[in-house]
Nanobody, 121 residues
Framework: QVQLVESGGGLVQAGGSLRLSCAASGSIFRINVMAWYRQAPGKQRELVASIFSTGRADYGEFAKGRFTISRDNAWNTVYLQMNSLKPEDTAIYYC???????????????WGRGTQVTVSS
C-alpha cells in the first residue's frame, strides 16, 4: 500500500520561507507527476505546482516566482520551496502522486494527509 507523508509545515511570518517535503512509502513502480495542492478554509483545493518525470514543472499563477518544486526520483520524494510567503498562502498543503504501484497496475492518484502552513502578518 502506498502512503504519502508530508512534512515541513508550520507557522512563519510574512516574507519568510518554508520547505515542504513529501515522501512515499510502500511499493511504487513508477511515478509520473508529483504535485502540491492547497486548500484554505472555505475555498476549493487548488494546484500549487506540479512536476513531471521529465522535469517539466508547472505553477499556479500565485506561486510563480516565489515557489519552486523539485523531485528526487531515487527517494520518491517531492519538495516545495516557498519564499516570500504571504498571509494568503495560509492553507493545508497536500502532496499528490500519479503513479503505478506495480508494472501491471493502472495509473492512480495518491494523496497525503496534508500539512498546515500558517503565515502571520
Amino acid at each position: 500500500q502506498v502512503q504519502l507523508v508530508e512534512s515541513g509545515g508550520g507557522l512563519v511570518q510574512a516574507g519568510g520561507s518554508l520547505r515542504l517535503s513529501c515522501a512515499a512509502s510502500g511499493s511504487i513502480f513508477r511515478i509520473n507527476v508529483m504535485a502540491w495542492y492547497r486548500q484554505a478554509p472555505g475555498k476549493q483545493r487548488e494546484l500549487v505546482a506540479s512536476i513531471f518525470s521529465t522535469g517539466r514543472a508547472d505553477y499556479g499563477e500565485f506561486a510563480k516566482g516565489r515557489f519552486t518544486i523539485s523531485r528526487d526520483n531515487a527517494w520518491n520524494t517531492v519538495y516545495l520551496q516557498m519564499n516570500s510567503l504571504k498571509p494568503e498562502d495560509t492553507a493545508i498543503y497536500y502532496c499528490n502522486f500519479n503513479a503505478l504501484y506495480s508494472s501491471g497496475s493502472t495509473w492512480e492518484d495518491f494523496w497525503g494527509r496534508g500539512t498546515q502552513v500558517t503565515v502571520s502578518s
